[in-house]
């Protein structure tokens, strides 16, 4: 069955940098791309952006553009989100989710809190 | 970028009532590529519609999607008391992908 994994929770103070992963099984990982969602606390889902399992090729939300970098190690299956410059208002939980071939998102990890504070 | 709203923002149902969520975009959405999802507190969102009508796998058939365009619309039949959570809309046609505010559908 499919399952992403991703790692544990974060603690970081305002400007440091924070890398999450995101281990995929169950399916060959560079069939499907994945996009990364983020949710602050209280508030609503918000798109970061996607990569591709195929060729590494990615799309950022213009507004996290600068800081953000997905990566992929198909080596291991691992999609990688690093944000970098962190802010009390990135603070949220981050998800990573598989996109189907028609690119609605059928399964999502199970999230990773990352906190930012001094 | 499509920006999507939602209504109403909360909604109080009982169980067995039928329940209709909207969702709106500011311009047309391609292809139909507007999906819905389901989110209870704590955890990760479940999808439920992708392509604005098909149900995802699992997915019972109280949960029916519609719409076209701009306008589209989640109906649950008759709830059960699972159903009580917290839907998004979504378009996945263009880039950047974008979510709805969310309507939050309470007990009553």
């Known amino acids: 069955q499919v399952q992403l994994v991703q790692s544990g929770a974060e603690v970081k103070k305002p400007g440091a940098s924070v890398k999450v992963s995101c281990k995929a099984s169950g399916y060959t990982f560079s069939s499907n791309t994945i996009s990364w969602v983020r949710q602050a606390p209280g508030q609503g889902l918000e798109w970061m952006g996607w990569?591709?399992?195929?060729?590494?090729?990615?799309y950022y939300a213009q507004e996290l553009q600068g800081r953000l970098t997905m990566t992929t190690d198909t080596s291991t299956s691992t999609a990688y989100m690093e944000l970098r410059s962190l802010r009390s208002d990135d603070t949220a939980v981050y998800y990573c989710?598989?996109?189907?071939?028609?690119?609605?998102?059928?399964?999502w990890g199970q999230g990773t809190l990352v906190t930012v504070s001094s | 970028e499509i920006v999507l709203t939602q209504s109403p923002g909360t909604l109080s149902l009982s169980p067995g009532e039928r329940a209709t969520l909207s969702c709106r975009a500011s311009?047309?959405?391609?292809?139909?590529?507007l999906a819905w999802y389901q989110q209870k507190p704590g955890q990760a969102p479940r999808l439920l519609i992708y392509g604005a009508s098909s149900r995802a796998t699992g997915i019972p058939d109280r949960f029916s999607g519609s719409g076209s365009g701009t306008d589209f619309t989640l109906t649950i039949s008759r709830l059960e008391p699972e159903d009580f959570a917290v839907y998004y809309c979504?378009?996945?046609?263009?880039?950047?992908?974008?979510f709805g505010q969310g309507t939050r559908l309470e007990i009553k």
């Open positions: 979504q378009q996945y046609g263009s880039s950047p992908r974008t």
């Open positions: 311009q047309s959405v391609s292809g139909s590529y």
């Open positions: 990569i591709s399992g195929y060729n590494g090729n990615t």
């Open positions: 989710a598989r996109e189907r071939y028609d690119s609605s998102f059928e399964y």
